[in-house]
């Protein structure tokens, strides 16, 4: 197996947990069938003993993550707030949503509208997230960093301060139903069989596009999807009220999805890493240069000297960090940075030449400015 090839799922047909970690893959195309026979003992045979080894270790690297995914879903699934949550409809304004339901005639119209465009068009809505299937991934041989997803527990989901919506967008990949285009693989389950095994559908016979709940497949990141149910099933085990759990299921039946028209197999597979792309992309340019930090702190220090009438000093403006929510790689703003900051204003961009030279080398080096650092303390 070629690594990195994305996993070949039964169209519409749920996975059964990836039991922890193991799919199976697309061929590449161009890649022979059959091995050769090699003689006994041959340094062929070994080679071939170390690839299928590496092979095996590689889809079995999420083991874990997978099998942690399956306990969340379990305490979760059976807790009286959540009990068969992926029957419910999603909120519409209504009644609670941040933006209009999920709509099948719709979402077919948006999607068939722009099927022979060479830009395809997705369909936004707000939906239930557990209709996705949390164990399919787009690549299972790249190993996920738990680290990144207790990062985001740490930030924006906490288990016992929920978010009112959820602060992300689940992209689900879709294709024209199993019905409508028979599936290759002879062993996949026909529509009404997988819309049973996933817990049902509300699909009308016409529809092009077979919504399952519980098995659409995720090209956009699986770092936020794990963060949530981890905070769910720690929120559970820690004994959080219901008001908590209550806010939780609001935030699950109000999800932001963003469907689109995207064939199974390798082009799920590319999809997924461009929308990673676009995300860290997103971070990249949301980073201030230590620069920038330094105009945000004295402008911060004039805005409060105007309104409060008075001269503020460092240790003054110091507590103006107090209020932030600081990501894992800006880190906190020190007392000293902000002393600091006020002398560099003052003495170096205060200085026309000088600043004009910072900011030239801000736009064409950006990252890679020598005079931009991370370090804030």
């Known amino acids: 197996m070629v690594k990195g090839t994305p996993q070949k799922v039964a169209k519409g047909t749920p996975q059964k947990g990836l039991k922890r970690g193991a799919s199976s893959d697309t061929k590449v195309k161009g890649t022979p069938q059959k091995v050769q026979k090699v003689a006994k003992g041959s340094p062929q045979t070994a080679a071939s003993a170390v690839t299928t080894a590496a092979s095996a270790a590689d889809e079995s690297v999420n083991m874990e993550m997978i099998k942690k995914v399956e306990e969340a879903l379990d305490v979760i699934n059976n807790h009286k707030v959540f009990k068969n949550i992926m029957q419910e409809k999603p909120l519409d304004i209504s009644t609670g949503g941040a933006q209009a339901s999920f709509n099948h005639k719709s979402l077919s119209t948006v999607l068939q509208g722009n099927a022979n465009q060479k830009r395809p068009g997705h369909y936004i809505c707000g939906g239930n997230f557990w209709w996705q299937n949390f164990t399919w991934l787009a690549n299972n041989r790249t190993p996920i960093n738990p680290g990144m997803v207790e990062e985001l527990q740490r930030f924006s989901l906490k288990p016992l301060d929920p978010p009112r919506n959820l602060p992300f967008k689940t992209v689900i990949g879709l294709e024209v139903s199993a019905d409508k285009k028979k599936a290759k693989d002879p062993s996949a389950k026909e529509p009404a069989e997988a819309a049973s095994a996933a817990g049902g559908n509300d699909?009308?016979?016409?529809?092009?596009?077979?919504?399952?709940?519980?098995?659409?497949?995720?090209?956009?990141?699986?770092?936020?999807?794990?963060?949530?149910?981890?905070?769910?099933?720690?929120?559970?085990?820690?004994?959080?009220?219901?008001?908590?759990?209550?806010?939780?299921?609001?935030?699950?039946?109000?999800?932001?999805?963003?469907?689109?028209?995207?064939?199974?197999?390798?082009?799920?597979?590319?999809?997924?890493?461009?929308?990673?792309?676009?995300?860290?992309?997103?971070?990249?340019?949301?980073?201030?240069?230590?620069?920038q930090w330094v105009y945000d702190v004295v402008g911060y220090k004039a805005f409060k000297q105007k309104e409060l009438g008075q001269t503020l000093y460092a240790k003054d403006v110091a507590a103006y960090s107090a209020k932030m929510s600081y990501a894992k790689s800006t880190g906190p703003i020190s007392n000293s940075f902000v002393d600091s900051a006020l002398t560099v204003h003052n003495r170096v961009l205060g200085v026309a030449i000088a600043n004009r030279w910072l900011e030239w080398c801000e736009e064409h080096l950006m990252s890679k400015n020598p005079w931009s650092s991370p370090c804030r303390r």
């Open 203 to 291: 699909n009308e016979p016409d529809e092009p596009f077979l919504i399952v709940k519980g098995a659409l497949q995720r090209l956009s990141p699986p770092e936020p999807a794990f963060a949530v149910l981890f905070s769910i099933r720690s929120a559970i085990k820690q004994g959080a009220p219901e008001s908590v759990l209550m806010a939780w299921r609001h935030a699950i039946l109000s999800a932001p999805f963003q469907f689109e028209v995207c064939p199974s197999g390798e082009d799920r597979y590319w999809r997924a890493q461009n929308l990673r792309q676009e995300a860290i992309e997103m971070g990249d340019i949301a980073q201030l240069s230590t620069r």
